[in-house]
């Protein structure tokens, strides 16, 4: 136990605040739109996806309704990844079987770019 008391000490002690960093930039919205329109629209072609009618949610600004749909929603996810060090690009897309079915009402489309060797952009649309 003391053994154990000491290491957390020693862990805790070895951690400053200017450790603890940025990873990268979650954007969603207003913002993606004016990053990454390019690549929005050549997904929504890829993949036929009309946003038109849909409504839209925001990740965290809409937290518990974002949870509730994933917990218990079917939708489609859409994703497409950049790889930074090579300049390869991803699109994929992947089913989800939830416990209702998709309720074809809601679209969720948000980016993570980390500062090392992805950009990846989401579409899931409810």
């Known amino acids: 136990m003391k053994k154990l008391l000491c290491f ?7 951690l400053s605040f200017g450790q603890i ?16 329109s390019v690549t929005i629209k050549k997904m929504l072609k890829e993949y036929d996806i009309n ?22 929603y079917s939708y489609n996810a859409y994703s ?6 090579t300049g390869q690009t991803t699109m994929k897309f992947f089913p989800y079987e939830g416990k209702l079915p998709r309720p074809n009402k809601y679209v969720m489309i ?11 952009i989401n579409i899931k649309v409810f």
């Open 110 to 120: 948000f980016c993570f770019d980390d500062y090392v060797d992805k950009k990846i």
């Open 51 to 72: 946003i038109s009618k849909l409504d839209t949610v925001q990740f965290f600004e809409n937290f518990d309704f974002n949870v509730e749909l994933h917990d218990n």
């Open 21 to 36: 960093r940025k990873a990268g930039d979650f954007y969603e919205l207003n913002d993606l739109w004016k990053r990454d």
């Open 8 to 14: 957390g000490i020693l862990l805790i002690s070895n």
């Open 80 to 85: 497409y990844v950049l790889y930074k060090k």
